[in-house]
């Protein structure tokens, strides 16, 4: 009785574990079930150059399950069916004819020019190089920044066949050959050959009767890209981030490297109102940063400098408070500069974030520079009082700051100069 009822759950949990094995679509591409065509599109770039066979980091496996996932999640048609009703449902739709599988390569190529693997003596196109200018508090916290960027594109219309319907003929002038022989007559019997590229295909060796409406048959369009930058914490001004194959595409060739170069945005004061003003209103905007150390200015008062007994507490690029602050009677000479251990920017060595431990510092050094400011308005009375006071403390215990300068002796005018 009770083993017979147990026996259909038992069956459930073996049909639901075989299930599982197929990894689900959106895990592969790392995404959430809500993402958009852009976030597709970035993903299979991204994961499929990752797991290119032809790469080191290499993954043929993988490979292969990311184009499967790209290429169903990217059909409106079969993106419904797989979210309804899983692999299952792809399987019925595939076997009545619904789905034709593409080859892998293909759609490797259809994104990144030159024929999905590399060949011996297939060109490659043009690196490129942009700029890419973030806050210094994205290179102390690190984040990736989104960008986007207008290049030239394999067209998606005709998949890069220029061909609108698809056919592409071999040219009958030269017969796929891309250039034509003309022989000359220069004297009776004497022939000169001249070669030259044939002017009904322009030396492509195939003509296209009806071209493709979106790029007029040029095979590619230019376009924005979206794509994220990776900003390490630490990374140096002017690092080149680099991404592989993610120059201008084309059929006719491998896309070269795109080198973005990091550069910092010049600070500025937010003064607007907008969230986004008010969370970079802080101090980050007069951090200064030489190499793995910063520099700030400290203001103080002549008070403070003076008598000490003053706490400033100061907001850091992240956020985080790094207190400064004197004693009662501990006095800051003008210019003075104070290293603060560990709160400069983190240690970063070639594309890693340095490690902790107690042999290297994981960050650099703050350098507060103080700055004191002097009164130069004061209330009459006030003024009055310094002075008496002055007066009554110079006679008593005044001491001669030329004494001790090594520099020759003027006149006695000086004689008792300051405290
Ligand atoms: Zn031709
Ligand atoms: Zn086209």
């Keep these: 009785m009770l083993l017979s009822s147990l026996f259909p759950l038992l069956l459930t949990l ?50 292969l ?16 069916i797989y979210d309804q009703y899983g692999h299952d449902g792809l399987a019925n739709h595939k076997r009545t004819g619904g789905q034709q599988q593409h080859n892998p390569f293909d759609l490797f190529s259809q994104f990144f020019g030159g024929g999905g693997r590399q060949q011996q003596g ?14 210094l508090r994205d290179f102390y916290t690190g984040r990736e920044v989104p960008f986007s960027l207008e290049k030239q594109q394999i067209c998606d219309t005709c998949s890069g066949s220029g061909s609108a319907d698809g056919h592409v003929e071999t040219c009958s002038r030269c017969n796929g050959r891309g250039i034509v022989i003309q022989k000359h007559m220069l004297a009776p019997g004497m022939f000169q050959q001249i070669q030259s590229h044939c002017d009904v295909c322009g030396g492509q060796g195939k003509t296209i009767k009806r071209p493709c409406k979106t790029c007029n048959g040029s095979k590619v369009v230019r376009k924005p890209i979206d794509l994220v930058a990776d900003i390490e914490p630490g990374m140096p001004r002017g690092h080149r981030v680099i991404f592989e194959n993610e120059a201008d595409e084309h059929p006719d ?17 937010e003064t607007g109102d ?9 101090d980050g905007a007069f951090f200064r940063r030489k190499g793995p150390d910063l520099y700030w200015k400290e203001v103080l008062s002549l008070r403070e400098a003076w008598m000490g007994g003053w706490t ?33 920017m983190p240690i970063w060595h070639d594309g890693h974030v340095h490690e902790h431990d107690e042999h290297h510092a994981s960050h ?13 308005q004061m209330e009459a009375g006030m003024e009055k009082d310094f002075w008496a006071l002055w007066e009554k403390w110079r006679k008593k215990i005044g001491v001669d700051l030329l004494k001790d300068s090594g520099r020759p002796e003027v006149a006695a005018q000086h004689a008792k100069d300051e405290l």
């Design 65 to 80: 399950e990311v184009a499967e996932a790209y290429e169903t999640l990217s059909d409106p048609t079969t993106r419904k």
């Design 14 to 63: 073996l049909t639901l574990a075989l299930a599982a094995t197929q990894q689900d679509f959106y895990k592969i591409l790392q995404l959430e079930k809500s993402c958009n065509d852009r976030d597709l599109k970035r993903a299979y770039r991204t994961l499929s150059k990752k797991y290119h066979p032809d790469k080191s980091s290499g993954d043929e496996q993988k490979f």
């Design 364 to 376: 650099g050094k703050l350098y507060v520079e103080y700055v004191v400011v002097l009164p130069d």
């Design 312 to 344: 400033r507490n100061l907001t850091h690029l992240d956020g985080h408070i790094v207190p400064l602050s004197r004693q009662r009677s501990e006095v800051v000479q003008p210019g003075h500069i104070e290293a603060v251990q560990g709160e400069g």
């Design 122 to 135: 297939v060109r490659r196109g043009h690196d490129m190089e942009v700029k890419l200018s973030v806050p």
């Design 274 to 282: 907008s969230d986004e003003a008010r969370k970079h209103r802080n």
């Design 253 to 269: 060739y491998v896309a070269g490297n795109l080198n973005v170069v990091i550069d910092e945005l010049q600070p500025k004061i």
